[in-house]
């Protein structure tokens, strides 16, 4: 019974791509390629290809976007897929909805699938909302009848009644979206693939968008793939979770080990080296080399390069560099800024007159924070050292990022996310009701 | 328990080279009409003139074609008066040449909405096809008025029992119009220097297609090579043969024009249908 609820089966996809420009070689190696296929022979360029690191400089001019990427969803699930930056998400959905074709591998499908980013899609600005409509409705594979049942309910939930028989360059681009959404809404897929576009939108767009995710999960038992960064809404809404890493499939199951898998160091290294910052003040004598925080919720512990979690025990430790063989007092000090340059606080042995030194070549200096109640954001750190008595040994200005992330601060399910809840979370903080 | 499922349809790397997948292009044909209504509802839209343009550039080209090759350089139509001559060959080339170019950067033209959604490709130049197919209605009527004008006012003209095969006369232009342009607009993909090709290649084409040029003057010049392996050259000239009684028509050249057709649509479906899988990773 088991296997008849498997919707759609991935087996071993791989989508290799050609890095560099198309020119002259573009010919050669078709040539080639068709030279060996016409001998009955395997396509050479398969062969080789490196696995898609950005970084990395490779030596290939092939890499492979996704590597031997197998799943199985089966119906009524919620599968989130979450992957750093060129970790092969966006190919995977351009495979899925058929926008481009694997290298090798298959995908089975019970059901149609549609993806929800393509929100306007062949809206064509002369024709008018209704026609659009229409338009758009079969591009997203509606028949006629399909879109005449439903219109005026899509006129209704899209808002722009009035402008309806207008042509949509008239329309605000909020308008334009507003009726892209609700063709998108109205749409009864089997498989319903959204990107983590959506994000582009504003609040209540992005609102009316996960609602409408879950609707369609809850009450027609369809299934969705749902692509994003945010860790929130993945751990809100998926009931499964793929973890993808340069191509490969790195953890599929439940979704909480995955979010901490793929925060955790498991799934990427902990690049802080410091030393590649060029831009510092001081004179050099020492030098700081590393530095990492981990975060501590509830016995559980994760190591990284920048994430630490709201609301958590933190440390942070702190590499520094010896040039000199003597042995020396330290001040040491973390200026916190936001993204526009604004001091949120400061953490330095300055005030707290702890006692640090530099003895050895290496020393590691760990800073504690107990609780850390900075809201999720963005914050970029200063570390400043300065010799007791002496001159600044090193200097790195704004340069050095820690990302807060998001939790459930309060333990209330509450969490502040606007602007005007400011930097800082308040712990203890009660509430009496005095007549 | 491994028994087979009943999957949807399923991805692969390679699609079969035939796989033309009707069924689904079926599913999705309300695309296709609103494609049709698109393409003919916004071309003209806020234009003065509208639609009169469908016709305003077959007459002056014919009216042009009329100064300047008939009365300027003199070359003779035979019996058919020269403006009905060339307005004959004109409606009928204009429909192969629409097909043809518009169809040939199928790919290139909307790659944006083909980059995002998916639906079978090949509805897209079909479109083409037959929103192409109104604007020669509507130019072929032009056409039928000026015929009935010059057959009142005297010309002797009449078209033949052969006229009953004009629609395979079309449906060779437009095979033979979509064939190429999808050839070409796979070919694109990848290589842009075909662009370039399209854009005067059809210019010159259109000289060694019998539109404005009789075949009578080919014979005299003994240039007839350069026409006879043209299947437009035939087209065109058998449907001058059958609307205006009058052309040199061969049973070689009917079955040449009409194997030509066929074979070069179905390479264009082939091409076509390998080229729409994964032509967004290279264009």
Same mark, same amino acid.
């Given at each position: 019974?088991?296997?008849?609820?498997?919707?759609?089966?991935v087996?071993?996809?791989?989508?290799?791509?050609?890095?560099?420009t198309?020119?002259?070689?573009?010919?050669?190696?078709?040539? $080639?390629?068709?030279?060996?296929?016409?001998?009955?022979?395997?396509?050479?360029?398969?062969?080789?290809?490196?696995?898609?690191?950005?970084?990395?400089?490779?030596?290939?001019?092939?890499?492979?976007?996704?590597?031997?990427?197998s799943?199985?969803?089966?119906?009524?699930?919620?599968?989130?897929?979450?992957?750093? $930056?060129?970790?092969?998400?966006?190919?995977?959905?351009?495979?899925?909805?058929?926008?481009?074709?694997p290298?090798?591998?298959?995908?089975?499908?019970?059901?149609?699938?549609?993806?929800?980013?393509?929100?306007?899609?062949?809206?064509?600005?002369?024709?008018?909302?209704?026609? $659009?409509?229409?338009?758009?409705?079969?591009?997203?594979?509606?028949?006629?009848?399909?879109?005449?049942?439903?219109?005026?309910?899509?006129?209704?939930?899209?808002?722009?009644?009035?402008?309806?028989?207008?042509?949509?360059?008239?329309?605000?681009?909020?308008?334009?979206?507003?009726?892209?959404?609700?063709?998108?809404?109205?749409?009864?897929?089997?498989?319903?693939?959204?990107?983590?576009?959506?994000?582009?939108?504003?609040?209540?767009?992005?609102?009316?968008?996960?609602?409408?995710?879950?609707?369609?999960?809850? @009450?027609?038992?369809?299934?969705?793939?749902?692509?994003?960064?945010?860790?929130?809404?993945?751990?809100?809404?998926?009931?499964?979770?793929?973890?993808?890493?340069?191509?490969?499939?790195?953890f599929?199951?439940?979704?909480?080990?995955g979010?901490?898998?793929?925060?955790?160091?498991?799934?990427?290294?902990?690049?802080?080296d410091?030393?590649?910052?060029?831009?510092?003040?001081?004179?050099?004598?020492?030098?700081?080399?590393?530095?990492?925080?981990?975060?501590?919720?509830?016995?559980?512990?994760?190591?990284?390069?920048?994430?630490?979690?709201?609301?958590?025990?933190?440390?942070?430790?702190?590499?520094?560099?010896?040039?000199?063989?003597? @042995?020396?007092?330290?001040?040491?000090?973390?200026?916190?800024?936001?993204?526009?340059?604004?001091?949120?606080?400061?953490?330095?042995?300055?005030?707290?007159?702890?006692?640090?030194?530099?003895?050895?070549?290496?020393?590691?200096?760990?800073?504690?924070?107990? $609780?850390?109640?900075?809201? @999720?954001?963005?914050?970029?750190?200063?570390?400043w050292?300065?010799?007791?008595?002496?001159?600044v040994?090193?200097?790195?200005?704004?340069?050095?990022?820690?990302?807060v992330?998001?939790?459930?601060?309060?333990?209330?399910?509450?969490?502040?996310?606007?602007?005007?809840?400011?930097?800082?979370?308040?712990?203890?903080?009660?509430?009496?009701?005095?007549? | 328990?491994?028994?087979?499922?009943?999957?949807?349809?399923?991805?692969?790397?390679?699609?079969?080279l035939?796989?033309?997948?009707?069924?689904?292009?079926?599913?999705?044909?309300?695309?296709?009409?609103?494609?049709?209504?698109?393409?003919?509802?916004?071309?003209?839209?806020?234009?003065?003139?509208?639609?009169?343009?469908?016709?305003?550039q077959?007459?002056?080209?014919?009216?042009?074609?009329?100064?300047?090759?008939?009365?300027?350089?003199?070359?003779?139509?035979?019996?058919?008066?020269?403006?009905?001559?060339?307005?004959?060959?004109?409606?009928?080339?204009?429909?192969?040449?629409?097909?043809l170019?518009?169809?040939?950067?199928?790919?290139?033209?909307?790659?944006?909405?083909?980059?995002?959604?998916?639906?079978?490709?090949?509805?897209?130049?079909?479109?083409?096809?037959?929103?192409?197919?109104?604007?020669?209605?509507?130019?072929?009527?032009?056409?039928?008025?000026?015929?009935?004008?010059?057959?009142?006012?005297?010309?002797?003209?009449?078209?033949?029992?052969?006229?009953?095969?004009?629609?395979?006369?079309?449906?060779?232009?437009?095979?033979?119009?979509?064939?190429?342009?999808?050839?070409?607009?796979?070919?694109?993909?990848?290589?842009?220097?075909?662009?370039?090709?399209?854009?005067?290649?059809?210019?010159?084409?259109?000289?060694?297609?019998?539109?404005?040029?009789?075949?009578?003057?080919?014979?005299?010049?003994?240039?007839?090579?350069?026409?006879?392996?043209?299947?437009?050259?035939h087209?065109?000239?058998?449907?001058?043969?059958?609307?205006?009684?009058?052309?040199?028509?061969?049973?070689?050249?009917?079955?040449?024009?009409?194997?030509?057709?066929?074979?070069?649509?179905?390479?264009?479906?082939?091409?076509?249908?390998?080229?729409?899988?994964?032509?967004?990773?290279?264009?």
């Amino acid at each position: 019974m088991e296997e008849s609820n498997v919707i759609l089966k991935v087996e071993n996809i791989s989508k290799q791509y050609r890095l560099g420009t198309l020119g002259t070689g573009t010919i050669s190696h078709d040539l $080639n390629r068709w030279w060996h296929r016409i001998r009955g022979k395997e396509d050479p360029y398969l062969k080789i290809g490196e696995t898609n690191d950005r970084s990395t400089k490779g030596t290939s001019e092939y890499v492979w976007a996704l590597k031997d990427v197998s799943f199985e969803v089966k119906k009524g699930e919620i599968l989130g897929i979450i992957g750093k $930056n060129g970790a092969g998400k966006s190919t995977l959905l351009k495979i899925l909805s058929r926008v481009t074709g694997p290298t090798t591998g298959s995908i089975k499908t019970k059901g149609r699938i549609v993806s929800l980013l393509e929100v306007g899609t062949g809206f064509h600005p002369e024709m008018t909302g209704r026609e $659009n409509v229409y338009l758009n409705g079969a591009i997203l594979g509606m028949t006629k009848k399909e879109i005449n049942e439903k219109i005026d309910e899509i006129i209704s939930f899209s808002g722009c009644e009035r402008y309806i028989d207008t042509p949509t360059k008239r329309y605000s681009s909020g308008m334009t979206v507003r009726l892209a959404f609700a063709v998108a809404a109205f749409l009864e897929p089997d498989i319903l693939v959204v990107d983590e576009v959506l994000a582009v939108g504003d609040a209540e767009f992005q609102k009316k968008a996960i609602g409408k995710m879950q609707d369609i999960s809850n @009450s027609d038992g369809r299934t969705v793939l749902f692509v994003s960064h945010d860790m929130a809404a993945i751990q809100s809404l998926c009931t499964e979770l793929l973890v993808l890493g340069n191509g490969v499939n790195l953890f599929q199951g439940n979704v909480s080990e995955g979010v901490d898998f793929y925060l955790s160091d498991k799934n990427q290294e902990v690049n802080s080296d410091l030393l590649s910052l060029t831009i510092r003040k001081g004179n050099k004598t020492s030098l700081f080399k590393k530095i990492s925080f981990t975060s501590n919720t509830q016995g559980k512990e994760f190591k990284d390069s920048s994430k630490v979690y709201s609301g958590s025990k933190i440390f942070i430790d702190i590499e520094i560099e010896n040039k000199r063989a003597l @042995s020396r007092e330290i001040y040491i000090a973390m200026d916190f800024v936001d993204s526009k340059g604004i001091a949120v606080m400061n953490i330095s042995n300055e005030f707290t007159k702890n006692k640090l030194y530099l003895k050895d070549k290496k020393s590691i200096i760990r800073f504690e924070i107990a $609780n850390l109640n900075l809201r @999720s954001m963005d914050y970029y750190i200063s570390l400043w050292g300065c010799e007791v008595g002496g001159s600044v040994f090193d200097f790195i200005e704004n340069q050095i990022k820690m990302e807060v992330i998001e939790t459930d601060f309060f333990r209330t399910g509450a969490i502040p996310r606007g602007k005007q809840h400011g930097y800082i979370l308040l712990a203890n903080n009660s509430y009496n009701f005095e007549k | 328990m491994n028994k087979e499922e009943n999957w949807l349809y399923e991805i692969n790397p390679k699609n079969n080279l035939f796989d033309l997948n009707l069924k689904e292009v079926w599913r999705y044909r309300d695309l296709l009409f609103l494609f049709v209504k698109r393409d003919v509802v916004t071309v003209y839209k806020q234009t003065i003139l509208g639609p009169l343009w469908y016709l305003i550039q077959p007459l002056f080209t014919s009216i042009v074609f009329t100064l300047v090759f008939n009365k300027i350089a003199n070359i003779s139509t035979g019996g058919i008066p020269p403006f009905l001559f060339n307005l004959a060959g004109i409606t009928s080339w204009n429909y192969f040449k629409d097909c043809l170019t518009e169809t040939s950067d199928t790919f290139k033209k909307n790659q944006a909405i083909f980059g995002k959604v998916y639906f079978p490709r090949v509805i897209m130049p079909m479109s083409v096809v037959i929103s192409n197919l109104l604007k020669f209605g509507i130019q072929f009527g032009i056409f039928i008025c000026f015929y009935l004008y010059f057959v009142f006012s005297g010309s002797v003209i009449s078209p033949n029992i052969y006229v009953l095969t004009y629609p395979i006369v079309l449906l060779c232009m437009a095979m033979l119009g979509l064939g190429l342009g999808m050839i070409i607009s796979s070919m694109v993909t990848k290589y842009r220097d075909l662009t370039f090709l399209v854009s005067f290649g059809v210019q010159l084409l259109m000289y060694i297609s019998l539109v404005s040029l009789p075949y009578s003057l080919f014979k005299e010049n003994n240039l007839t090579w350069a026409v006879d392996f043209n299947p437009v050259a035939h087209i065109i000239e058998y449907s001058r043969f059958v609307l205006l009684g009058e052309g040199s028509v061969t049973l070689f050249g009917v079955l040449y024009t009409l194997i030509i057709s066929v074979v070069v649509f179905l390479f264009g479906i082939l091409v076509f249908n390998k080229t729409e899988k994964s032509f967004i990773d290279t264009i």
